[in-house]
């Protein structure tokens, strides 16, 4: 029987390249949703991988969510954490709820989906816990101090996870994408795309394919040894020690 991968956020985007590419090499695949229903319909439609609605920030929501997916494909074994959004405001400006909708989707979701399957991978001696940051989340971002702090956290959160996991068999890694060719990064205005690309030394954006590769092989046995890293696939925008 296949392993069971769940990928968050995994029916659009980044989340939907690591859906496709679990799925290509052999893995069921789980990927959930927040809201927009009509893109997932399409994307199940398009690939066959199943797709679940729920708010990952929400602890019973996950708990239940992730029962069900155990129930209908079996254990969960690879964890992508990719889910996240934007509410972007200048932080003297910005709103309690701008803040909170932030933390509550891309840091709460954190804890939320890890926590229900932690145990059965300790239990069964195998997981691959794989979670999505930011570039933003290494060097911060002007109009983004919801944003970066959360995806800040996902580093903390990997590395901690990591140490208390590593001898039970789980490896924990993170990815920080830079600016990635996806709707959220279409939406930018033309002249701030254009001074985003040219702040990028390869000259473009990147390719959710990309980010999904390198998700691939971190879910692999390739990767068994590798644990509490921090990959930067942003085109040399940003290097960081990770």
Same mark, same amino acid.
């Given at each position: 029987?296949s @392993?069971?991968? &769940?990928?968050?956020?995994g029916?659009?985007?980044i #989340? ?6 679990? $799925?290509? *090499? #052999?893995?069921?695949? !789980? !990927?959930?949703? !927040?809201?927009?229903? +009509? ?10 991988i @199943?797709?679940?609605r729920?708010?990952?920030? *929400? ?6 969510g =992730?029962?069900?997916v155990?129930?209908e494909? #079996?254990?969960?074994?690879?964890? &992508? ?5 934007t509410?972007?405001s ?7 709820? +701008?803040?909170?909708? &932030?933390? $509550? ?14 145990e ?9 816990i794989?979670?999505?940051s /930011? ?6 971002q002007? #109009? +983004?101090?919801?944003?970066s ?8 959160f990997? @590395?901690a =996870?990591?140490?208390?996991?590593a001898?039970?068999?789980i ?11 996806? *709707?959220? &990064?279409?939406? %930018?205005?033309?002249?701030? =795309?254009?001074?985003?690309?040219a702040?990028?030394p %390869? ?12 998700? !691939?092989?971190?879910?692999?046995? @390739? ?5 509490? /890293?921090?990959l930067?696939?942003?085109?040399? +925008? ?5």
């Amino acid at each position: 029987m296949s @392993k069971v991968a &769940v990928v968050t956020g995994g029916t659009r985007g980044i #989340g939907a390249a690591i859906s496709r590419a679990l $799925h290509a *090499d #052999g893995y069921s695949v !789980a !990927a959930t949703f !927040a809201g927009n229903e +009509q893109a997932a319909s399409a994307f199940t439609a398009e690939t066959g991988i @199943k797709s679940y609605r729920w708010d990952a920030g *929400d602890p019973e929501a996950c708990a239940t969510g =992730l029962n069900r997916v155990a129930e209908e494909l #079996g254990p969960v074994e690879i964890l &992508v954490n990719n889910a996240g959004i934007t509410r972007d405001s200048m932080f003297h400006r910005m709103s309690y709820e +701008q803040w909170s909708a &932030v933390i $509550h989707a891309n840091l709460n979701s954190m804890f939320c989906m890890t926590k229900p399957v932690i145990e059965g991978m300790r239990s069964r001696g195998f997981g691959r816990i794989i979670n999505i940051s /930011s570039i933003n989340g290494q060097k911060g971002q002007v #109009g +983004q101090v919801n944003y970066s702090a959360a995806k800040a956290g996902i580093i903390g959160f990997t @590395k901690a =996870l990591a140490l208390e996991n590593a001898p039970k068999g789980i490896t924990v890694n993170c990815i920080c994408p830079g600016y990635i060719d996806t *709707d959220m &990064v279409a939406a %930018v205005p033309a002249d701030a =795309l254009a001074k985003i690309v040219a702040g990028i030394p %390869v000259g473009r954006l990147g390719k959710a394919e990309e980010i999904a590769a390198a998700v !691939a092989f971190l879910a692999s046995d @390739k990767a068994a040894f590798m644990t509490g /890293s921090v990959l930067t696939i942003n085109g040399a +925008q940003y290097i960081a020690n990770g």
